[in-house]
T-cell receptor, first 116, second 113 residues
Framework: AQKVTQAQTEISVVEKEDVTLDCVYE???????LFWYKQPPSGELVFLIR??????QNEISGRYSWNFQKSTSSFNFTITASQVVDSAVYFC?????????????FGKGTKLSVIP | NAGVTQTPKFQVLKTGQSMTLQCAQD?????MSWYRQDPGMGLRLIHY???????DQGEVPNGYNVSRSTTEDFPLRLLSAAPSQTSVYFC????????????FGEGSRLTVL
């Protein structure tokens, strides 16, 4: 069975600090996909990134970066120089690649509060 | 672009009442699903559909019914509402194929008294 663990329930940082959100996953599949979603206080779910299991290169998008390490089954998300607008709940999710597989398994989320 | 549209955004029910949460998407996505979000629980899959006429249960299906008569619509029915169904409900859709990310609606907040 698939499982996604986000051990950090809530994190508070002061604006401009860097922060890393942890995500650890479990799956028996050799091919799978990992996702991060952001849920700001307004409530909608915003797709941030997708990573497949064969691509272990880290990715950077502006102040956001993602570190995928297959050896530790982790897909961590770092925000550099955090801003108040980064305050949100962040979800990590996992999808396998089996035929007809469409379902995402979500972690319980990490609530990030950026204090001005 | 409308994307995924959910109605209503807010609803208050009494225990035992029934209601339908509507979900429509205009992206011709084959896959549609319903999740519920509860504090500290993340998002849990209720039901999903891989195409018109095909539905299946997710992690927490009890107390909910779905049908998929068209590609565009995927309503979620609460047959006899219970306080335990107080939650925020999200409808999501995606293209076929494993890498596809989910597109979410804005959510429907349901309170059952």
């Amino acid at each position: 069975a698939q499982k996604v663990t986000q051990a950090q329930t809530e994190i508070s940082v002061v604006e401009k600090e860097d922060v890393t959100l942890d995500c650890v996953y479990e799956t028996r599949d050799t091919t799978y996909y990992l996702f991060w979603y952001k849920q700001p206080p307004s409530g909608e779910l915003v797709f941030l990134i997708r990573r497949n299991s064969f691509d272990e290169q880290n990715e950077i998008s502006g102040r956001y970066s993602w570190n995928f390490q297959k050896s530790t089954s982790s897909f961590n998300f770092t925000i550099t120089a955090s801003q108040v607008v980064d305050s949100a709940v962040y979800f990590c999710a996992l999808k396998d690649s089996g035929a007809g597989s469409y379902q995402l398994t979500f972690g319980k989320g990490t609530k990030l509060s950026v204090i001005p | 672009n409308a994307g995924v549209t959910q109605t209503p955004k807010f609803q208050v029910l009494k225990t035992g009442q029934s209601m339908t949460l509507q979900c429509a998407q205009d992206m011709n996505h084959e896959y549609m699903s319903w999740y519920r979000q509860d504090p500290g629980m993340g998002l849990r899959l209720i039901h999903y559909s891989v195409g018109a006429g095909i539905t299946d249960q997710g992690e927490v299906p009890n107390g909910y019914n779905v049908s998929r008569s068209t590609t565009e619509d995927f309503p979620l029915r609460l047959l006899s509402a219970a306080p335990s169904q107080t939650s925020v409900y999200f409808c999501a859709s995606s293209y076929p194929g494993s890498p596809a990310e989910l597109f979410f609606g804005e959510g429907s907040r349901l309170t059952v008294l």
